[in-house]
């Protein structure tokens, strides 16, 4: 905001020849009538000597940030949870925004975003779908980390990063301003690729070269490095996905990016700070001896069917020959859960490997349970979880949840 023009000090004008009877007459008449239109219209410009009114404080709008991606980012992306959290202490005004609906994690926090689990970003930006989120939400800054399927499925940089210059063109086109932070991914190395290692590294390699060639002066394109220091066995429980050590490295990691991107965003430099309450003591108050109720006979109670403790959907996300990626959402029901597990009618020599879960046969089917840190679910609240297959993918399979 601009400052507010300050008024001109008085001028002292030249000595003006003393008035006549008439002209003082008049003169008297002429400050009775401006008195009387000031206060009719409100006061007028102060003048020197005289204090104004303080104008009242522009509140500044939330940043609208998204976070981009496939299941890293958003099943459940627990890292975005602990990013939310301490860009919201340092006094920053977010407004997390995406088409996706918080995926469990059981932290409090603004959890829109726009992680889908097992997409491709080559497919995304083919099929223009992408567009449509962008146009829905309107991000001021994206956070993408975007390409893990990609590198998975054998695409080469050059495809991946034609399919981020496509993106980001659909972002500039809602919003020319937009700030771009693209990750260079953390490493992919799951037991069944033995190449993705290298393909990853060579997306990474590749990726500043592209940033600079696509950043401008009103959307500039940032990188930040989720590559270097990341361990798998130590980071991820299955070679992909953060386990809790992992989550906390991904929010420590795109900490400093977000906030030299928020930076960039007008009104999002300089954090609100928080102002300390004060406390007032709290009075002591006798309490009121309760009397002693009569007690009153249990009735004999019909009973009724117990809930199920949860609910699971699957969903097939991607399909090629000789292989597909699927998802399923597990839904608390009435009351909270303490851990789930989904038997899914899928053979189990079928399938590769899970992430979010905890892979074991169950006889002809397979059995997914919950990881440590999305076993505990709020009446009504969702994670997901996903798997990868090979053969034909499953059109209807049977799928159940449990809760121990």
């Known amino acids: 905001m601009r400052p507010a023009a300050r008024p001109a000090p008085d001028r002292v004008p030249p000595r003006p020849p003393a008035p006549s009877r008439r002209g003082a007459a008049l003169a008297t008449l002429a400050a009775l009538v401006l008195a009387l239109l000031a206060g009719v219209a409100g006061p007028a410009v102060a003048s020197a000597g005289t204090v104004p009114s303080a104008l009242p404080a522009a509140v500044a709008e939330p940043v609208r940030v998204m976070a981009l991606g496939d299941s890293i980012t958003g099943n459940p992306g ?86 981020y210059t496509t993106l980001v063109g659909q972002m500039r086109a809602v919003d020319p301003r937009v700030v771009v932070v693209v990750a260079q991914i953390i490493p992919v190395a799951p037991p069944s690729c033995a190449e993705c290692p ?48 992992g989550t906390q490295r991904m929010a420590a990691t795109w900490y400093p990016a977000a906030t030299q991107a928020l930076a960039l965003v007008p009104g999002g430099a300089t954090p609100t700070p928080t102002p300390t309450p004060t406390v007032t003591p709290t009075p002591t108050v006798t309490p009121t001896p309760t009397p002693t109720p009569s007690p009153t006979p249990t009735p004999t109670s ?103």
């Open 78 to 163: 627990c890292w975005r949870a602990l990013l939310h959290q301490r860009l919201v202490a340092d006094g920053h005004a977010l407004d997390m925004v995406g088409t996706m609906p918080p995926q469990g994690c059981g932290i409090a926090h603004d959890g829109d975003n726009e992680g889908h689990g097992g997409l491709l970003v080559t497919n995304v930006a083919a099929s223009g779908e992408a567009a449509g989120w962008f146009a829905a939400t309107r991000p001021q800054v994206v956070l993408m980390h975007f390409g893990t399927n990609d590198v998975w499925s054998a695409r080469t940089p050059q495809q991946i990063l034609a399919a």
């Open 302 to 404: 019909t009973p009724t069917a117990v809930p199920a403790p949860c609910t699971a959907t699957h969903t097939v996300v991607s399909a090629w020959p000789g292989g597909w990626v699927a998802t399923v959402r597990v839904t608390a029901g009435s009351v909270p859960l303490q851990g789930w597990t989904v038997r899914l009618g899928v053979p189990a020599t079928a399938v590769q490997n899970s992430w979010s879960s905890v892979l074991t046969a169950d006889g002809t089917g397979v059995r997914l349970t919950n990881a440590a840190w999305n076993g505990a679910l709020a009446p009504g609240a969702s994670t997901e979880l996903g798997y990868q297959g090979t053969g034909t993918a499953p059109t209807a399979p049977s799928v159940g949840c449990t809760s121990p």
């Open 198 to 245: 290298a393909r990853t590294q060579a997306l990474n390699a590749a990726i500043p070269a592209w940033a600079a060639a696509t950043s401008t002066a009103a959307s500039p394109v940032r990188v930040v490095d989720h590559w270097t220091g990341w361990d798998p066995a130590r980071d991820t429980g299955d070679g992909v996905h953060p386990n809790d050590a």
